[in-house]
Structures are given as C-alpha cells and as structure tokens.
C-alpha cells in the first residue's frame, strides 16, 4: 500500500520561457531534500515525481534528448529512493498533450503518430535509463490525467492502444516494472478496459471539485462559486457526503473486486477552502480511502494544495525541521496510513 506525497521538482517547465531549465531544477531540489526528509520521517512510503518532456526535450526535436537533464532527473530519483521511499516516475506533460496548456503542444497525441512515436521512445528511454531500480523502489506512471472521451481526440480504443504499446516497450526492458494509467477526465474515470494490460490503476481525489478548487485562480469562475461547506453541500446534482464519496468511488471499487491494484495518485483541497471545511472534508475522504483499501498521494507536499505552507487561514501550524506544516492535516494523514497498514 502506498501513500505520501507529489513532489513539483520538475512538474512543469514554465509557459513561455524555457531557458535555465537546470537551475530551476537544481535549486527546487535542493530546495526540497528536506521534505522528502519529512516526508520518510512521517512514515510514509512514496513519492510520485511528475515530470514535464520539455526538460529533457526542447524544441520538439524529440529524437535529441538533453543529457545534462537528464543528469538532474536521476538525482531526483535517487533523492526520492535514498530515503527508502519508493518513486512513482509521472509524464506530466507529454509529446503532444498536457491537462494543463494543452495548446503549447505541437502535436496532438490521440491522433498524430509521431507524438506517440516520441512518447513510446521517452519511455523507453526511462526504462533503459532506470532499469537498475527494483520494483519496490520504482514504478512508471505512463500519462498524467488524459482527457474526456471525445476531448483532443481521444477514445477509450485509441487510449488504450497507445497505453498498451508504451507498456509492452517498457517490459521489453524490465519486466517486472510496475506501470500505473490514470483514469481518463482528468484521472476521475476508471477504466476497466485497461485491466487486462495489469497495470495499477490511479485515481483522484478533488470531488467535489467546486469544493476541492473553490478560489483556484485558474479555474475560471470559481471565485463566484458558493463557499463550500462538508458534509451537505450540493452542487453536480448530488448533495455531498461521506456515502456520496463512497458512491463516486463505486467503479474503482469495482475495478479493485475484480483485481486490479487502485491507487489514488493526487488528492488534496485549494488553500482557499475554509479551514474547517478543509479537514472535515480530508477525514472523510482518508476513511473513505481506508474503507475501501485504497493508497493515496497529496497533491502535494508544500504548496496550496499541501501539507506545508499552504497558507490556509485558521491552520494550527507547526515547525519542524524548518518545516512549517498543518498540524492538524498533519495528524489526519498519520492517522489515515496507520489504517491502511493494518
């Protein structure tokens, strides 16, 4: 069972200027060795490091590699694996699709064969790369968050046959690698259709999103949603509780029954949530998580979604180790993994 953290060393690579990509790396992880410190010192096992192609790939110039980040993306990986944690590796964003400035892409990787071409050879290049690491100490997370059926393209056939071939490249290297697939809309739809490629199977945790992104800045319109308040508030249709979280998370329930591995890859609320909503809503999503046997990570460690310096109002902070950190979030997540292990 694996919980913890995202970490943002190389999440994304900005969205116009793409010069001194090293020394954005270079101080982020230094910057961040004493949170995954943290993070081993909480008990916790693992780390999803979400990575943009754009560090390593310039220009779209996909057959050319930088090897000097990729220097840098194998101290992320052994920053993460020194501390006895295990490093979930994440194409953020990938050659021809990203949930997030999708129209920075060149390519579109539903429909155009050279993105999917350069998104089996980045894989396959990680697979060689990192070939020395054991299964316990790493795992490959194929796409983060594709888009709705119909969205860029994308169906669940194409969708899977682009997953199934970047997963056969990979254990044509290593066989035994774990490889998660994240549900499509944004990771929220599960998709059995996928089990048959044994991968984990990795799911989000922002529902109710007009809860978990209220006052998030790019999110357009949510400044003028209704302040969210746990349990009772409705919106989708849904008055929403603990059973309403129980319900939504009905499919991936069903694809655990049936035998896959479900892991929820990101989880976590805005800072502008009120504080007391906040917790209220984690405690019933970490039981929910309990409940149904399911690993989680928060998006992410420190920042407005995090655990540290998350600036939510009304936070009973604490400082350890320079850490400045929710303490009450804190104990919820401690109390959360302790279920999960038992």
């Given at each position: ?167 056969a490249a990979i254990r044509n290297v290593t066989l035994d690698r774990p490889i998660i697939c994240d549900g ?98 984690y405690k019933d999503l970490f039981s929910v998580y309990n409940e149904l046997g399911f690993g989680f990570a ?35 997540f401690v109390q959360a993994m302790k279920n999960l292990s038992k």
């Open positions: 069972m694996w919980y913890g953290f995202n970490v943002l060393w190389l999440f994304s690579a900005g969205w116009k200027e793409l010069d001194n990509l090293d020394k954005k790396v270079i101080g982020a992880l230094e910057d961040g060795k004493k949170d995954v410190d943290f993070i081993a010192d909480m008990g916790c096992n693992f780390v999803r490091l979400p990575v943009d192609y754009r560090f390593f790939i310039h220009d779209f110039k996909y057959n050319q590699p930088d090897e000097k980040m990729l220097l840098l993306l194998d101290e992320c990986i052994k920053q993460i694996v020194s501390r006895g944690l295990h490093c979930s590796l994440n194409v953020h964003r990938a050659p021809g699709y990203c949930i997030n400035g999708n129209e920075l892409e060149r390519d579109n990787l539903w429909t155009d064969q050279i993105a999917q071409d350069a998104f089996t050879s980045l894989w396959t290049l990680f697979a060689k790369r990192y070939a020395g690491y054991s299964k316990e100490q790493l795992s490959f997370d194929l796409l983060n968050e594709p888009p709705a059926p119909g969205e860029y393209g994308l169906t669940h056939e194409n969708h899977k046959l682009i997953m199934a071939r970047v997963a499509l809309c944004g990771g929220h739809i599960a998709c059995p259709e996928l089990a048959d490629l044994n991968v984990i199977m990795s799911g989000r945790g922002y529902t109710p999103f007009r809860l978990s992104h209220w006052k998030a800045e790019w999110v357009k319109g949510s400044d003028q949603w209704e302040e969210p308040v746990w349990p009772g508030m409705e919106c989708d249709g849904v008055k929403w509780n603990r059973q309403a979280l129980l319900d939504f998370y009905k499919p991936w329930k069903d694809l655990a029954e049936k035998g896959s591995t479900v892991h929820m890859g990101e989880c976590g609320c805005y800072k502008g949530v009120p504080n007391k909503t906040a917790l209220a809503w928060l998006w992410n460690f420190r920042g407005p979604f995090g655990i540290a310096e998350h600036e939510r109002e009304g936070t009973n902070w604490e400082v350890r180790n320079g850490i400045k950190f929710d303490k009450d979030l804190y104990e919820l």
